[in-house]
């Protein structure tokens, strides 16, 4: 069983709304951005251990 319903906010509140969905939008796309970078340097140090090893 499902209950639908429907938001309906206020102009003031919707501008907060879009707020803070703008906000959690950019922290988390910076996060990512940030985890991605982080990806890339340990995977040259990695590989750049492994050149170590083997020589």
Do not use: D
């Not at 906000?23 to 170590?52: D, H, P, Q, W």
């Amino acid at each position: 069983m499902f209950v639908h319903f429907r938001l309906t906010p206020t102009k003031e509140q919707e501008i907060m709304l879009n707020r803070t969905f703008c906000s959690c939008r950019f922290v988390y796309n910076y996060y990512v951005g940030k985890k991605i970078e982080l990806y890339k340097v340990k995977a040259t140090l990695c590989l750049m251990l492994n050149v170590l090893n083997w020589s």
